[in-house]
């Protein structure tokens, strides 16, 4: 793949994620905004390029999410240059295991989006913590599907989002497979998540059909 077609898919990537987010609410591009990056590390000839474009998904992510910043102090900007790191780690982890000898697309969409949610784990704790724009923040209009943060956390959320991801670039890349690929338990992968996806929504539901005879009330968040 070009350079040039790669830092394109990367950028697409970056913007599709943030588009997910308010103020433009289309929380359903989350569902497929990794796709256009896991097919450019995919190509990646080297953990360099892989690295750097996961980098250049993230920075574009971090800034169209964060630009509001500038307006505080323009030195908080550079906390999007801090973002895009966990992007880089993840480009490295997708890339190691595409690599490996035994491609299992099984164990892809549970490491993968394993992968993301502990980066985004250690990137809201450590060093006091950067929790925003998590990608399950982006689906909190979704209630069917955000009642099983109630086990996990945005966590939780941020994992099923991943693994939806991860199974249609599974789909996709039977287009743009290279010679010589060969991907294991593909079915498994197909089973796996939409099984996932119908527990995740039949529990939704019930929850949002449970009586809760406790008191109603309206509340509101300021941020200070």
């Known amino acids: ?5 790669s830092v ?11 588009l997910s987010f308010p103020d433009a609410n289309l929380g359903f591009l989350a569902f497929f905004c990794l796709v256009p990056l896991l097919v450019v590390i995919y190509y990646s000839k080297s953990f360099k390029q892989a690295m750097f474009f996961s980098y250049v998904a993230g ?17 908080l900007l550079l906390t999007t240059l801090y973002v895009g790191i966990y992007f880089l780690l993840f480009g490295y982890i997708v890339k190691k295991f595409l690599n490996s000898t035994k491609k299992s ?19 809201g704790n450590i060093f006091t913590g950067l929790g925003w724009a998590l990608l399950g923040y982006s ?8 009642q099983i943060a109630d086990i996990g956390g945005v966590y939780v959320v941020s994992f099923f989002i991943v693994a939806i991801n991860a199974l249609i670039f599974i789909f996709a ?6 010679k010589g690929e060969v991907f294991l338990n593909t079915s498994k992968a197909v089973i796996f998540v939409l099984i996932l996806v119908l527990v995740t929504f039949l529990y939704g539901f019930f929850k949002l059909n449970e009586k809760n005879d406790g008191v109603k ?6 941020q200070g």
């Open 105 to 123: 697309d099984f164990l892809f969409v549970i490491l993968i989006p394993s992968a993301w949610v502990a980066l985004e784990y250690i990137r």
């Open 8 to 18: 394109t898919l990367s950028i697409l990537s970056g913007i599709l994620m943030a």
């Open 217 to 222: 009330v309206k509340i509101s968040v300021l």
């Open 59 to 75: 920075l574009v992510f971090s800034t169209t999410t964060a630009y509001w910043l500038v307006f505080v102090s323009p030195w």
């Open 173 to 178: 890349r039977g287009r743009f497979l290279k």
């Open 139 to 146: 689906q909190y209009l979704n209630l069917p599907l955000i």
């Open 1 to 5: 793949m070009k350079k040039t077609n």
